[in-house]
């Protein structure tokens, strides 16, 4: 499982030093706690980190906590954020909400109050991935067909549930329609009429849907997520997944826009 890291960024040393050694304590490892001095410091970690987490001071020379955040952001990072003010400033606070910043603390922060601040941060960003994670495996179409359950002709609705819940084992067209208790032939024309995919595209999509939710959530072999996605053998399952997704099932898992999503 990916560790998340924190990153502190305060120009006064003690300061910084006693942040990093208060969230050390409180996270006993399970998280990486990473600082920097100024907003150049911090920007060398982040090109060699993969930051989750970011709590910077606002008032810095040279680069301030909200101009190190418009920097990071305008290059495509993404983490949330955490301000630490030793004023309050609502000029500040709107900049810093625009900015994405989840949370504003003012100086001098106890030890209890950037616990807090920190845990609901990192749930924030944990939702964060999460929609990010549905956005790329999604299939539209699917979701489209989804919503439309309970407006669609009944006998539909069954076979898109049966499809649901039997998608890892063999299934053919007359199988579902004789679970629905239609004639086949007839079944296929409702079925497109009412999905606006065939049958057979339909049980692929769903096929490919489970197996890309396999592939970032799992370690397991391609073997065994062919098998899991109902296919027979996995060289079908990597044809059929290239043809889809225009590349393997294991470069899918590799590509660095799905990178961190593992083991979410």
Known sequence: METKTILIVDDEEKTRQGLKKTLEKWSKGQYEILSASDGTEAHEVMNLSKVHLLITDICMPEMTGLQLLQSLKNKGYRFVGIIISGHPDFQYAQEAIRLSVVNYLLKPVSKQKLIEAVEQALETEASMERAEYMEKVADHQLLRIDRSIGHSNSAINEAISFISQNV????????????VHLNASYFSVLFKEHTRLTFSEYVTRKRLQLSKKLLLTTDAQIEEIAQKAGYQTAKYFI??????????????????ELDGMNNQ
Request: aromatic content about 10%.
């Open 168 to 179: 890892s084992n063999p299934l053919t067209l007359k199988q579902v329609a004789d679970a």
């Open 239 to 256: 044809k059929i997944f290239k043809e889809y997704e225009g590349v393997t099932p294991s470069k899918y898992r590799k590509m660095p």
